[in-house]
């Protein structure tokens, strides 16, 4: 607890003040997880910070960055993603900056146990009532705007999404790709850890290049996508009503990165030798 305490900004928890200081999707979804046995109230909220920031097209974006954290701390930065702006047909929201991709939806279940902790609490705040709606919107956009081969599974766009960035199961799909010019960006991670403990400049220019066209390509930030339009507010466009729940779905990396083994899920168990991750 004394490091969830150190990194309570007092809406959210940061991974790392100094190398991870912004609120990180899927790692608020397990402290959420935790912090239920100890703050259901607490643990709440962690959640709901979450959802504000979510997009009018039903993504929970993966990174929201903290406005009081200057711009060099972390890189990829809020200039850089220019969520607002790059986002806005996709409905990103207009009063927090985020990232414009996403991670595993691990959210629904974290939701699930928080209220189970404490469900006296959770009616007395409308905790469910609030956050059904945007967890439904959530995985009716994995499942219309993320099956981009038409087999039900929801796609990884970029490495980023899948927690398993660094593994060495990327090395030869991002060998394909162009890397970003060196001078195009500025790398925070190098100041809190050892090099060999990173990415190489090399990969980390290939991440650099999938974000970028990712976020100007016009098909993944800039646009609603198939499924239907976007909304424009701060909440998810047309929720479902509960008994029109959208099914869960398995998510696994389009076919060009797929790797033997993989079962439909964000990707196989990390092998030996698994690096730290990097976005």
């Not at 991974?15 to 999707?25: A, E, K, M, T």
């Not at 009716?140 to 199961?169: F, I, K, T």
């Not at 790709?177 to 190098?190: E, G, K, N, V």
């Amino acid at each position: 607890m004394e490091v969830l305490d150190g990194n309570w900004t007092g809406t959210s928890t940061v991974p790392s003040r100094g190398l991870y200081p912004h609120q990180w999707s899927w790692d608020s979804a397990f402290v959420a997880i935790g912090l239920r046995h100890v703050s259901p109230h607490r643990a709440q909220t962690e959640l709901e910070t979450l959802l504000d920031a979510q997009w009018g097209d039903g993504r929970i974006p993966h990174i929201v960055f903290n406005p009081s954290v200057p711009f060099d701390a972390y890189f990829p930065s809020p200039d850089f993603w220019r969520s607002s702006t790059a986002g806005r047909a996709a409905g990103a929201p207009r009063t927090v900056q985020t990232s414009g991709i996403v991670q595993p939806p691990v959210h629904a279940l974290a939701a699930w146990l928080v209220h189970r902790a404490d469900p006296g609490l959770s009616r007395a705040r409308g905790f469910l009532a609030r956050v059904y709606p945007r967890l439904a919107a959530w995985h009716r956009y994995l499942l219309h705007r993320r099956d981009l081969g038409g087999g039900g599974l929801a796609a990884v766009v970029h490495p980023w999404e899948q927690g398993m960035d660094n593994a060495p199961s990327w090395d030869a799909p991002l060998a394909r790709i162009t890397p970003a010019p060196a001078r195009s960006f500025r790398r925070a991670d190098l100041a809190h850890g050892a090099p060999r403990d990173r990415p190489t400049d090399l990969d980390y220019g290939r991440y650099v290049r999938l974000a970028t066209d990712y976020r100007d390509g016009g098909t993944g930030m800039g646009r609603a996508g198939k499924g239907g339009r976007a909304g424009r507010g701060r909440g998810p466009a047309r929720p479902p009503s509960p008994s029109r729940t959208p099914r869960s779905t398995p998510c696994s990396s389009p076919p060009s990165t797929r790797w033997p083994g993989s079962r439909g899920n964000w990707g196989p168990p990390a092998p030996p030798g698994t690096r730290a991750r990097s976005g």
